[in-house]
């Protein structure tokens, strides 16, 4: 975690008298332990839908939240936290501890959280859906949210 510690402050660093970015209130992130534990469990008692159950290690969910008070300047900060995350995947991956999950509560809007749950697991998804949604309400009709057709095929 220490690279990814670095890559954040160096983030932080370059962009700290950046104009496009002068709005800054809050530069937080936060790593949180998703145990083996958990996805052992899951599949014991019937499955585990996220995607994880070959997980051989523990995980860390990363969470990095930016705040800032200019609307004007929504573009900047949303390529900055964008280019963050690029970096920090990029690196996680060349350590080989990359996990294509992706926390669907912590995605940023224009993401697909639900691709990462794996091809498998969309079908299983979308079919418990037709079974107790069979007019589609939720997928088609409530605004906002994941939905599981624009997740495509894993």
Do not use: C
């Not at 091809?119 to 998804?125: A, E, H, I, Q």
Request: without cysteine.
């Amino acid at each position: 975690m220490t690279g990814v510690t670095k890559i954040i402050d160096d983030a932080l660093e370059a962009n700290k008298n950046n104009p496009e970015l002068s709005s800054l209130e809050l530069w937080s992130f936060q790593f949180q332990p998703l145990p083996k534990l958990f996805s052992d469990i899951s599949v014991s008692k019937g499955g585990n839908v996220l995607g994880l159950q070959d997980e051989p290690d523990t995980n860390v969910i990363f969470m990095f939240d930016l705040a800032w008070s200019d609307a004007s300047q929504d573009a900047a900060f949303t390529a900055t936290s964008k280019a963050v995350l690029r970096d920090i995947n990029k690196y996680t991956k060349k350590q080989k501890a990359f996990v294509e999950f992706e926390y669907l509560p912590y995605s940023v809007i224009d993401a697909n959280p639900l691709r990462s749950y794996g091809s498998n697991n969309l079908r299983k998804m979308r079919r418990v859906s037709r079974e107790f949604d069979p007019n589609q309400v939720f997928q088609k009709l409530v605004p906002g949210g994941f939905k599981l057709d624009a997740a495509g095929h894993a």
